[in-house]
């Protein structure tokens, strides 16, 4: 590692609106080192690496590459200058191969001037092995799952031979074993001189790898720290501008009656779905319950089926023949849309926001009534005062940072987007609510307010049942946790007594001694 | 904690600083909050202000006659607003759709096939007016219905659907109709429709044509439909992200299904005023009309990706054509011309449009 | 004989007839005579289809088959050539337009097939008959109304025109100019298409008589767009001060004579659609083995007013 | 480490177990992998699936006479081809317009402008063929080029922008030529184009129809480039993700730009052929041309949500239109029940489609 920085930013300012995003913020990557970028939901993060990244070309405040000031006209100029970046949201083409997206806007040609599509495959292969991943580049990237969409992007970006690359949020889809492979690929590159943003909401992954961490905070910069060495609660106190304790006295879940009341019952649930899509994993057999008041937790590894269990509890899943039983609140129940779940009182949070939930150009007052319509109206006619209250009631209650809720949810950050999700689910009132990886892309402290949420929302007796790829948070959060494999239940572990190295076992097919694992 | 990102002077949502918010409830006030939603306001009414330009350069090119500006005599208001009349009530119903996301190619003909209807149940199978209307409303209705079930449950791109049901129903007026504009005259006789019928061509007061009132009854109700009815909501969120809103419980299939039903039902009526208007049902009638109404709808600030754009804009939209027809014809202008300048308002409405997006 | 039946022969130089082959004529056979239309969207030619389908139901072993090109030469061309696929007898041809048209038609021709030109001539001379009416003379009588019958006084009179292109439009616009220079008091005082068609007369009436109310005459190419003219001025309450003509006199209930007959227009001036004299001369060609056909034939155009309305719609084969 | 995912008995590409494929170079074999694979590339050739059932059809529905079926007639079959090459060369520029997720309303316009200009120039202005020919392509390019740079800078729709440039070529066609169709005469005198202009009108060996040949030619070679180049790549990319393909570096605009520019390139390739075929130009000609391309590109299976489709299908969809056109006429079907067929065909072709798109 050198101590010459490769960027530097200096006095960047960036506003959308009346919305201050970077207020002045000086930032510089070395070469190779892993520089982290820590922040709350909307402190700027990606604001700032869109501007290094040439996305942003209005800004304020000076960009240097090696010590030169540059101004990037597009992507394609910050590119050049060897700046490469894999950025928050997936931006791939889905109706192209996975090689034809890895080369995207780089094609290798032949000499008559064509796709030289056998230097093409080769590359491709070559980059998705330096990251492990076992796909065919052949494939259509539509196809995929998130998990290995996320591995070409960065695929796409390793491909670069740049000297920045810059990473926002870059695990976020990804489960254990992806991201262990991928710390080793930043390993391999910082050997090589690459200098590396690095952005995450996750602290153990900051922890590992990061040489140097900048805070943000509002747009500013609140400190620059070595995450190594500084103590952990620090570190988010300059996050979040208070103490860190304030935030973490989220109570274990609270003890309810050993017996409760069951609320859903599944028993022996499989699909055949009338089109088999692959790379789907439709529930096969999967039997557990979840009580009133319980918090359930769904673990498994990426693929496992935990996002199509859910979306078939809520009627959303493939069309097909489903067979074994679901009684909730003791009644039959086989819901054949969204709409006829959510009229038996389940809520459903799904996994990918921007594409399954928010429409982000719609005000967030609108976004949040959009499932209580039929109740917050009378004879189809909307009554403007009870969904005011009602909007009101719940951007209070879950503290939704926004100008107003007349403010289009795109403009929200990311954590209270969720959030906003959130709310509209709950307006309708549901007994159970099926979240899937709720807290993606979410701060920590927004995180720790969704957790404190769950825990109220069970205490009052509804059901939850919360699929997540992180294994402290289904620990922290549920009472129960159920590990899926290949879309049938692996082991149904109380999560009281059970460790992380448990719950990977039984997802993974390892047995575990004297636990109930099937 | 003070959020920073907040311009000041405004109302926040306070935010949580400890647990437990309930009860802290923050205000949502309806008043403009700031630069920027100021903008947003001022930019909302973008297609009247336009409708405004283009009113008053109308006056200043305008014939006069004997220090009398031609364009604003009563009459020629009343006739503009006539001649946009059914235009207009065809791009109440593509507003919908296009807030949908969708796009509407038959009204068209689903308005030629109205007329024939119209003209030929009164005349030659001697229905009353009722009746009549009520039949031809029925099948405008149920053709539309046909059309949004087909892009609903088969998923089908309704630009292909329409583009299709433009032919069906060009077709079946034609056969309806023998190929021929059926006349209507007016009578107690056998082959005559009533009298009453005729009243689509009278005006109230002698100053505002009945279609004209016909078309901002419709327009303002619609108004007032797409403002304060969860079904507007439904399309809104519908033509914006449509998983989202079939996940949050929107009817998807019933919405869209009644969507292109309000648009037919809509290009019904435009048809019974067209053969009122023209005391005429004509097969061949209404041809091209529904590109007209995309412009009107376009040119009032609906977005043709769905899910942003209010009925107002349309409605305006619809009135600045009329007016850009009628001084161009009031000044006599080369129709080839003419052609040319509508083409150029259209592209300079759009990028009016795009402006105010960018700005907001 | 104003009758728009009356055949005024003209046999023009190239008269050594058709080269129809004659082995295939006769009677007691069945015919597949082609009807190749320009646009059955137009009322007129929607008209002089059934003219033709209704007098060839009167000739024993006559099949018409008709073909609508929609308003499109490529389209047109196609459905002749599909018509030779079929190896029809005989073609009627309406042609959307004259250049077009004649390659194919000649194509036709040279294959021995018998081709009745109807309304619009194609070039060159293969085909056997053209029996159509003559837009300029039309329009050249409708103007010695309006000099000696109409306004005889003068008068201030607004054209409404066809469809921008169409020749028609050309020529009636011409005709009518022709026929009021015999009187220098009247003026044309504005003049806007409205593409043949009712509404839009309706509309850019509106327009013009906003800037003219003084007017005192509309002409229009058409039948339909009088009538929308006629509906304009009544609505600003002017349909008694000005008078109205068309063109066409369609026997039909939404065609111009019945406009005349129920007071709208002044008058109209019949253009013959000539779909029955094709079928005559057809017959003459496939079943007399006639070689000696008028090689064209310009049929008259009928003056209908009040007085003779009722009785040119009979005539002329209105029901 | 092993695929497992992958069925048994197929080639795969060796896994990577650790770093370094270097040289390990995979072979690339043109086989179906797996079923999935296996079912879309029957499905790929659906549209040429459709294509030989309706080609059975038609030979089985078709007139005889005297035991020779009329359809299959060589004389028919190029009538075929040559009666869909305008329409299949505008679909050609279509489906790069509709793969980049936008639509060219305009097409049929400029090849009435096209025509007028090909005429006007040999005719009136005594250009040579081929002067006569690169003015027209220039202007068409041209024309196409300004309506992709309204698309992609000032981010109007191309909907929008496309409906009025049709309005606008329309205009200036009718201006140019003065209203009426500019007849071209053949000679060397003045006011005449050069003799060898007929050419299009002729056929190779008295079979193939000129028009055809081009058609299939300019097909061939589309399908050529859509196959091979980069830009291809960056039309397919900015269709299925305008926001992924510009953080990729693909020069958006530029593609942009370009592809619009082909569609009226191609637009006014079909112009000259119309002009040829027809001995004339006519500024009215090539209305509703562009709604018969946007049906054959559809039917050939490409989605107009772009980023998704191929060439071929293109050709097949318009050879399909063709032979369905031809054989109505040929059985003499009433033209008005051929609406409603042709109606009802286009939706069961985009049905299928979807059906495809469900599956694959
Ligand atoms: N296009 C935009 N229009 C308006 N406001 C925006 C836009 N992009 C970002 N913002 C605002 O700028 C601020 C910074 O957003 P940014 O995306 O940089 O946050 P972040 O730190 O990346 O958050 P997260 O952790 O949620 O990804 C937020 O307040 C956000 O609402
Ligand atoms: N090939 C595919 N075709 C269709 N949908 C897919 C495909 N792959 C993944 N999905 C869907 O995408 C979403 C996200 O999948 P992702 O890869 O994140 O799996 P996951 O959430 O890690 O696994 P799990 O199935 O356990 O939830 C899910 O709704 C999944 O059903
Ligand atoms: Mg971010
Ligand atoms: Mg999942």
């Not at chain 1, 100008?403 to 549901?430: E, M, T």
């Not at chain 3, 006769?26 to 969207?41: E, H, P, T, V």
Request: aromatic share 4%; hydrophobic share 45%; net charge neutral.
């Amino acid at each position: 590692m050198s101590d010459e920085a490769v960027v530097t930013m200096t006095g960047v300012a960036k506003r959308f609106g009346g919305v201050v995003a970077l207020a002045g913020v000086d930032f510089s990557v070395r070469a190779g080192e892993v520089h982290a970028l820590l922040g709350e939901n909307g402190a700027g993060k990606s604001t700032l690496i869109n501007v290094l990244s040439g996305v942003i070309t209005d800004y304020e405040g000076t960009v240097a590459v090696d010590g030169s000031p540059v101004r990037f006209a597009g992507p394609a100029a910050a590119q050049a200058a060897g700046i490469a970046t894999i950025h928050q949201e997936l931006d791939l083409v889905p109706g192209l191969s996975v090689a034809e997206n890895l080369v995207l806007g780089r094609e290798p040609r032949t000499r008559l001037r064509t796709v030289d599509r056998r230097a093409m495959l080769r590359t491709a292969r070559e980059q998705l092995g330096r990251l492990g991943a076992d796909l065919d580049p052949r494939r259509l990237l539509g196809s995929l799952r998130v998990g290995e969409q996320q591995l070409v992007e960065i695929a796409k970006a390793l491909l670069l031979d740049a000297r920045v690359l810059i990473m926002d949020e870059p695990t976020a889809a990804l489960a254990d074993a992806e991201v262990r492979r991928l710390f080793a690929t930043i390993a391999g590159l910082r050997r090589e001189g690459v200098g590396v943003v690095y952005i995450s909401h996750r602290m153990e992954e900051i922890e590992q790898i990061a040489d140097r961490a900048t805070v943000l905070r509002n747009g500013s910069v609140a400190g620059t720290v070595r995450p190594g060495e500084t103590d952990r609660g620090r570190i988010i106190s300059l996050m979040v501008g208070r103490s860190a304790e304030s935030l973490f006295d989220v109570a274990a879940a609270p003890d309810g009656p050993a017996d409760r009341e069951p609320l859903l019952e599944v028993d022996a649930l499989s699909v055949r779905p009338k089109t088999v899509r692959p790379g789907r994993s439709e529930p096969t057999g999967v039997t557990l319950t979840v009580g009133a008041g319980e918090i359930v937790g769904l673990a498994g590894l990426m693929g496992a089926g935990r996002t199509e269990l859910l979306e078939t509890l809520f009627g959303a899943g493939s069309p097909g023949r489903r067979s074994g039983t679901v009684r909730l609140g003791g009644q039959p129940y086989a819901p054949r849309n969204p709409r006829a779940a959510l009229r038996s009182g389940v809520g459903f949070v799904p996994e990918d926001r921007r594409r399954s939930a928010l429409v982000l150009a719609h005000p967030t007052g609108r976004s949040i009534a959009l499932a209580a319509l039929g109740s917050l109206s009378t004879l189809g006619v909307v009554r403007r005062g009870r969904e005011r209250a009602a909007v009101r009631g719940k951007m209070a209650e879950l503290a939704i940072k926004a100008a107003s809720a007349a403010a289009p949810v795109g403009s929200l950050s990311g954590g209270n987007q969720q959030k906003v999700i959130f709310a509209r689910q709950l307006l309708v009132r549901p007994r159970l609510l099926l979240l899937d990886e709720p807290t993606r892309g979410v701060d920590i402290g927004a995180k720790a307010e969704i957790y404190r949420l769950l825990h109220r929302l069970a205490a009052d007796g509804m059901g939850i049942l919360l699929a997540s790829s992180e294994l402290p948070e289904l620990l922290g959060v549920c009472d129960r946790v159920v590990v899926l494999r290949r879309g049938a239940v692996a082991a149904d572990l109380t999560a009281a007594d059970s460790t992380a190295e448990d719950i990977l076992a039984a997802a993974m097919g390892v047995a575990v001694a004297g636990k109930d694992s099937r | 904690m003070t959020d920073t990102r907040t311009p000041p002077g405004e109302e926040v949502a306070p935010a949580a600083g400890t647990v437990g918010l309930r009860g802290t409830a923050a205000r949502w006030v309806h008043r403009p909050r700031s630069r920027r939603e100021l903008l947003d306001r001022l930019f909302a009414v973008q297609s009247l202000f336009a409708l405004v330009v283009v009113f008053v350069v109308a006056i200043a090119v305008s014939p006069r006659r004997g220090g009398e500006i031609l364009f604003l005599d009563g009459g020629n208001l009343g006739n503009i607003v006539r001649a946009v009349s059914e235009i207009g009530i065809i791009a109440v119903g593509m507003t919908f759709v296009i807030l949908l996301g969708g796009i509407d190619l038959s009204v068209g003909a689903i308005l030629g096939l109205s007329a024939v209807g119209t003209a030929t149940l009164m005349v030659d199978s001697g229905y009353g007016i009722l009746p009549a209307v009520v039949v031809v409303l029925a099948i405008g209705l149920l053709f539309g219905a046909l059309q949004g079930y087909a892009t609903a449950r088969l998923g089908i791109q309704s630009f292909i659907v329409t583009l299709a049901g433009l032919q069906v129903a060009r077709g079946l007026a034609r056969i309806w109709s023998g190929g021929l504009g059926i006349p209507i005259a007016y009578g107690d006789g056998p082959k005559e429709a009533p009298p009453a019928f005729e009243f689509l061509n009278g005006s109230i007061n002698g100053v505002v044509p009945v279609p004209a009132v016909l078309f901002i009854a419709i327009g303002v109700a619609a108004i007032v439909v797409l403002r304060t009815t969860a079904f507007a909501r439904h399309v809104y969120a519908i033509g914006g992200n449509e998983k989202a809103a079939k996940l949050s419980g929107v009817p998807v299939t019933r919405v869209k299904v009644a969507v292109f039903a309000i648009a037919g039902l809509l290009a019904a009526v435009a048809g019974i005023i067209h053969a009122g208007q023209l005391n005429q049902g004509s097969p061949n009638d209404g041809a091209g009309y529904e590109l007209d109404a995309i412009a009107a709808v376009v040119i009032g600030g609906t977005s043709l990706a769905g899910g942003s754009g209010s009925m107002g804009g349309t409605l305006a939209g619809a009135l600045l054509l009329g007016i850009l027809n009628n001084i161009l014809a009031l000044n006599n202008i080369d129709a080839n011309v003419q052609l040319l300048i509508k083409g150029l308002v259209i592209v300079a409405a759009a990028a009016l449009q795009k402006l105010r997006n960018t700005v907001a | 004989a104003t009758s728009a039946c009356s055949v005024e022969k003209q046999s023009d130089g190239a008269g050594s007839g058709s080269a129809a082959s004659s082995e295939n004529c006769g009677s007691g056979k069945d015919f597949l005579i082609g009807m190749s239309q320009a646009n059955n969207a137009e009322p007129y030619r929607q008209v002089m289809n059934n003219d033709i389908e209704t007098a060839a139901k009167a000739v024993p072993g006559f099949t018409v088959e008709v073909a609508d090109a929609a308003q499109d030469n490529s389209k047109q061309v196609a459905d002749v050539e599909n018509f030779l696929t079929q190896k029809i007898n005989l073609l009627i041809i309406s042609p959307n337009e004259a250049k077009p048209l004649t390659a194919v038609v000649k194509k036709a021709y040279d294959q021995g097939i018998p081709v009745i030109v109807l309304d619009r001539k194609v070039e060159g001379d293969a085909y056997t008959a053209f029996i159509g009416g003559d837009n300029v003379a039309i329009g050249r009588a409708a103007g010695e109304f309006y000099a000696k019958t109409l306004l005889p006084d003068g008068g201030k009179v607004i054209e409404i025109a066809g469809l921008p292109g169409a020749t028609p439009a050309a020529e009636r616009a011409q005709g009518f100019r022709e026929g009021i220079k015999s009187n220098p008091k009247i003026e044309i005082i504005a003049s806007q298409p409205a593409d043949w068609l009712r509404d839009k007369g309706q509309t850019v009436a509106d327009a013009l008589l906003k800037a003219h109310p003084d007017v005192n005459a509309i002409y229009a190419h058409n039948d339909p767009m009088a009538e929308g003219a006629y509906l304009a001025a009544k609505s600003a309450g002017l349909e008694t001060k000005i008078k109205f003509t068309g063109i066409d006199a369609l026997p039909v209930p939404s065609g111009g004579i019945k406009a005349v007959q129920e007071g709208r227009l002044a008058a109209t001036f019949q253009y013959a659609t000539g779909g029955r004299e094709a079928v005559d001369l057809a017959k003459k060609i496939l079943v007399d083995c006639s070689k000696d056909v008028p090689r064209s034939t310009t049929l008259d155009t009928m003056q209908v007013t009040a007085e003779n309305a009722a009785e040119a719609y009979t005539k002329l084969g209105g029901v």
